[in-house]
């Protein structure tokens, strides 16, 4: 049994269903079991309990987290540009720069401190993130923020790196120039043959 253990099917919502059935008849999905997880994060409204993140508006968590997990996973993954940002005014240089050991900041609140120790082992060693991680998660959070801050922190990390691989501040011309042909289509659609007209 996973983790955290999934919803179990006749509590999810008629439409949860249907999208988990929907794409399990489709072959898309092999097995609900991690969409039933997820179920947890989802929601209609904006929670009414801390400041909104602009770039998560809708998130289940305060806005001040996001951005300290923002710029924790900006630097293990060395997107410089992100690193440098600051889009929350309660993410102050002296809490940003305790974050590589959250333990050693009296300014951070437990909850924080255990979020950052979470996308420091997301990003550098997720295989040390077992079921004491989670009962520790859950002295803080609901399991519909665990689920929410698990899968934000693995977008997060993901994009970080991307954008590193990118060399965005690099001194070199580009790898790939750019072409107005290839915007918002497919390959098959940028190599598409004029089809012979009758």
Not at 71 to 98: F, H, N, W, Y
Not at 135 to 145: D, G, K
Not at 170 to 181: E, F, N, S, T
Request: aromatic share 6%; glycine share 6%.
């Amino acid at each position: 049994m996973p983790r955290i253990e999934p919803i179990p099917w006749d509590d999810l919502t008629p439409a949860q269903r249907k999208a988990m059935q929907a794409g399990m008849d489709s072959g898309a999905y092999t097995d609900p079991l991690p969409l039933q997880i997820m179920a947890y994060a989802d929601h209609e409204q904006v929670p009414d309990d801390g400041d909104r993140h602009p770039n998560f508006p809708r998130h289940l968590l305060d806005g001040k987290l996001l951005e300290l997990l923002r710029i924790r996973s900006a630097q293990l993954g060395g997107c410089e540009p992100c690193m440098a940002s600051r889009k929350v005014d309660g993410a102050t240089e002296d809490l940003v720069a305790c974050m590589a050991d959250p333990s050693l900041s009296e300014d951070l609140t437990d909850r924080e401190k255990i979020a950052l120790e979470y996308i420091n082992l997301m990003g550098t060693d997720h295989h040390r993130i077992d079921g004491e991680m989670y009962r520790r998660l859950a002295e803080h959070f609901t399991l519909a923020e665990i689920v929410e801050l698990g899968l934000t922190c693995s977008h997060m990390i993901g994009t970080h790196r991307f954008m590193h691989t990118l060399d965005i501040y690099g001194d070199d011309a580009p790898v790939l120039r750019y072409d107005p042909d290839q915007v918002g289509v497919t390959w098959k659609e940028a190599h598409r043959e004029t089809a012979p007209s009758d």
